[in-house]
């Protein structure tokens, strides 16, 4: 992801960035990161940790963070909590400008399709083969905004990791004699690299206006604003 977002940010971006931007290896100081004004991460739970340790005990003026990665644990989530009480911090499964209406679709059509009588759902997701967790953090992202609409509704989650699949995710409602479908397919990875920086160039502009700025959002808050 970091080659998406570095040739987004100088293709489409350019103007709002001045500079090169920090790209940091396993094994490499974080300290760089740490003195930017804004940090993307797409990496590991790992790497994640290590970063959001360094963060927490920096006595510095933190950045804003941008967070993608997914498969966290509870410890891993608490250090994620315990960073936004220091600084802003954004954090996303999935930031697919498509996923985001598509969850708002399900919101706003729960009403209708509770009346009509679907009463169970089966929600597949496809990756390409390399991808490590499963169920993906989308598939339970989905699955947690369901849950706010059709808390009646228990959801079935099927795994499929196959060829290149950059990301599919499919939502069946079972009726009577009859199934309603709705999906997303992401055909290319840099959707998810411009939906990060699109929310990160938020989050930095709201900390420039507002200078002590700490806090958990999400794509939800950046949509709305």
Known sequence: ????LQSLAKKEF???????????SRGDSLTPLL???????????????SLLQSAIKSSESLPVFVIGTTGLNDSQNKLVQK????????????????????????HSASPLLE?????SMKLTETHHTQKKDAPSGT???LEKELKKSFPAIKTKIKSIREGSVVGFHEIEFEGAGENLILGHRALDRSIFARGALLA??????????????????????????
């Open 200 to 225: 990160g160039l938020w989050l930095a502009t709201k900390r420039t206006n507002q200078q002590n700025l700490a806090g958990y959002f999400s794509m939800s808050d950046y949509l709305k604003s």
């Open 35 to 49: 003195r930017t004004h804004l940090v993307i991460d797409f990496s590991s739970p790992d790497s994640l940790s």
């Open 115 to 119: 009346k009509l009588g679907y009463r």
């Open 1 to 4: 992801m970091g080659k998406e």
């Open 139 to 141: 598939a339970l992202y």
């Open 14 to 24: 350019g103007r709002y960035f001045q500079g090169k931007p920090v790209l940091v």
């Open 83 to 106: 960073l936004s009480k220091k600084t802003a911090v954004l954090c996303s499964p999935n930031f697919s400008i498509g996923v985001q209406a598509l969850i708002q679709f399900l």
